[in-house]
């Protein structure tokens, strides 16, 4: 497992959450995708076995699959000519990636087609999400009559997403750059939930992130459509008005939050058996997604 990343001969560029990115020159990035493991933006001390893995080939899986939508930031650099070392490659290799550099985008777009999580508590508090108005008497996990794009700021590592409003990423990115993250963010949820749906999973709602390329090219970047950044249910179990079981790490939040948590750093540990069965439940939604045959 790797908890923390180390590459010799490359430059550690910005430590994430979950990634760490090293500079490989001018125009390049080597992003490893450890196994670390967030929850409430709080980094927990216990790596989950293979999530990196999970994440890396569930993310490259949906970059190849929608860029027609959107290009992605995958370079055509293969892994081996950046490391040279065979130990160090061995170790890493299905959790590492050649990415171009990007300028990114301080927007997290987020897209959600039912009513779950952070959504679910807005609207019973004000009837809608995000700003957005919502038809009276919902339910907890009822699908929206059409998802909807609720973006949030990116926070640093130990900071708080907020949600906001569309407005407020007009006057962060201009109108038409921010209307077309919008568009592209619903493009891309669309055609991708309806193509898990086939294969018995429901993503709730996702999250992407954006970056621009040297021609102001809007460029997916980050991962994509991952259980570590999407609600994946399992459709023949999904019912209204309950909090579904899910393929991703609510499985963690729930823990973290039956033990009364501060959500303030340092986390908690994480008992063996919550450890195991969250790194079931990625193995399980990267095994079913890949079910699909082009």
């Known amino acids: 497992m790797i908890y923390e990343s180390s590459i010799p001969g490359l430059k550690l560029f910005h430590k994430g959450k979950v990634r760490d990115m090293y500079e490989i020159d001018d125009l390049h990035l080597l992003i490893v995708t450890t196994d670390r493991l967030s929850a409430f933006d709080v980094i927990l001390p216990d790596p989950i076995p293979n999530k990196g893995m999970v994440l890396t080939k569930t993310s490259n899986y949906w970059f190849n699959k929608l860029q027609h939508i959107v290009p992605n930031h995958i370079a055509d650099i293969d892994l081996a000519t950046v ?11 299905d959790q590492a990636i050649v990415v171009k550099k990007l300028k990114a985008l301080p927007v997290e777009a987020i897209v959600r087609g039912y009513l779950i999580g952070s959504g679910w508590k807005d609207y019973k508090a004000t009837g809608s999400v995000c700003g957005i108005d919502l038809p009276d008497g919902m339910l907890m996990a009822q699908k929206l009559e059409k998802p909807i794009y609720t973006p949030s700021t990116k926070a640093d590592v130990g900071e708080h997403d907020e949600n906001i409003d569309f407005e407020h990423t007009v006057k962060e990115l201009g109108k038409d750059l921010a209307e ?11 055609e991708a939930a309806d193509y898990a749906l086939e294969q018995g999973i429901i993503i709730a709602d996702t999250k992407f992130e954006f970056g621009l390329d040297e021609n102001n090219t809007l460029t997916l970047i980050d991962e994509a459509l991952t259980p570590d950044s999407s609600r994946f249910w399992p459709a023949e179990q999904y019912e209204v008005n309950i909090s579904p079981p899910s393929f991703d790490k609510q499985f963690v939040r729930d823990y973290l939050e039956s033990i009364e948590w501060d959500k303030k750093a340092p986390g908690p540990k994480l008992p063996e058996d919550i450890i195991n069965k969250t790194a079931q439940k990625y193995q399980e939604a990267m095994t079913q997604l ?4 082009d």
């Open 83 to 93: 490391i040279k070392d065979p130990k160090i490659f061995e170790q890493i290799k």
């Open 180 to 190: 077309q993250i919008k568009k592209v963010s619903l493009q891309l949820y669309t």
């Open 290 to 293: 890949f079910q699909m045959g």
